[in-house]
């Protein structure tokens, strides 16, 4: 299958219109992950033409392209994507573009390197979850805006009102969540997920986060995991750990049970969305909505 994929990008580089033809004369934007996705969306809106490889719950760890991504991608006149490794079974596909038709903008790997968490265990030796992290966020938007201008400058000024319409919107979420924060004691900020998908979160607002499964789930966790962080549970008196909407719930099941076996009463305070947003046409299912409805989650479980 990778070897169709990749034969199908060469073939349709050379024999899809070079123009990258529009429709209706919008740009054609492919993205992968839902939060890119979203981004895109607010900074373009009706100007542009958006297509989202990922949906709500795909875990982008996993996600591997189809013929029918490949010609999506191969049409495209702008692809953006997270990069640090976060879709890594895309990056095959997204190295061979570079090579026959177009380059895929990656906007993780414009941050700083020296502000990025690191990782002995992940295969770029960076967190990839940098969407937790608000003023990352707010880089993508300009990143995203930037590209668009250059390559529709007709629409420059619209674009550069949606950027300053949306990190406004940003600026008043951070607020929002960090006085939601603050009325949960600093000795109870312990988070307790499936993978350690929210490290820059908890760098930000001050908890100490502990994930099952590592950075990637394409790590399994093995029955001394959960005994670990079963203990690790206990000895810290929580009351609450959260499941992921793009990972399967069983690991946590399985902490859960381990925790009770041993006289601790631990509730499950949640589903988090952590590397992909809520269904289409919900509060979850924007950016903004699944971060205020993560904080408010979390927040008022732990209390």
């Known amino acids: 299958m990778k070897k169709i994929i990749l034969l199908s990008i060469i073939t349709l580089g050379f024999f899809s219109c070079n123009n990258n033809a529009k429709d209706n004369g919008k740009l054609n934007i492919v993205t992968t992950t839902t939060m890119i996705t979203d981004l895109v969306k607010n900074i373009g809106k009706d100007s542009i033409n958006v297509n989202g490889l990922m949906g709500s719950g795909v875990d982008p760890h996993l996600y591997k392209a189809s013929e029918g991504?490949?010609?999506?991608?191969?049409?495209?006149?702008?692809?953006?994507?997270?990069?640090?490794?976060?879709?890594?079974?895309?990056?095959?596909?997204?190295?061979?573009?570079?090579?026959?038709?177009?380059?895929?903008?990656?906007?993780?790997?414009?941050?700083?390197?020296?502000?990025?968490?690191?990782?002995?265990?992940?295969?770029?030796?960076?967190?990839?979850?940098?969407?937790?992290?608000?003023?990352?966020?707010?880089?993508?938007?300009?990143?995203?805006?930037?590209?668009?201008?250059?390559?529709d400058a007709k629409n420059a000024d619209y674009y550069k009102a949606n950027e300053t319409e949306y990190i406004?919107?940003?600026?008043?979420?951070?607020?929002?969540?960090?006085?939601?924060?603050?009325?949960?004691?600093?000795?109870?900020?312990?988070?307790?997920?499936?993978?350690?998908?929210?490290?820059?979160?908890?760098?930000?607002?001050?908890?100490?986060?502990?994930?099952?499964?590592?950075?990637?789930?394409?790590?399994e966790a093995g029955v001394k995991d959960v005994q670990n962080l079963a203990n690790f549970i206990i000895k810290k008196q929580l009351k609450a750990i959260f499941v992921e909407s793009s990972v399967p719930k069983r690991t946590i099941e399985a902490l859960q049970e381990a925790v009770n076996s041993k006289g601790h009463d631990v509730q499950i305070g949640g589903t988090l969305y952590s590397d992909a947003l809520g269904s289409a046409r919900t509060i979850e299912g924007t950016y903004i909505g699944m971060f205020e409805y993560n904080v408010n989650t979390i927040v008022n479980a732990l209390k």
């Open 69 to 151: 991504d490949v010609t999506k991608l191969v049409n495209a006149d702008i692809i953006f994507y997270n990069g640090l490794h976060l879709e890594g079974k895309l990056v095959e596909v997204f190295e061979k573009m570079e090579n026959s038709t177009k380059t895929p903008i990656a906007l993780g790997e414009d941050i700083d390197k020296k502000t990025l968490i690191g990782s002995d265990y992940f295969t770029s030796n960076y967190d990839p979850h940098v969407w937790f992290n608000i003023e990352y966020f707010k880089q993508f938007a300009k990143k995203v805006s930037s590209i668009l201008i250059e390559k």
């Open 168 to 219: 406004a919107k940003l600026n008043t979420l951070q607020k929002k969540i960090t006085s939601k924060i603050e009325t949960l004691p600093k000795d109870k900020r312990i988070l307790v997920t499936a993978h350690d998908a929210f490290n820059y979160f908890g760098k930000n607002y001050g908890f100490e986060v502990v994930g099952l499964q590592g950075l990637s789930t394409a790590t």
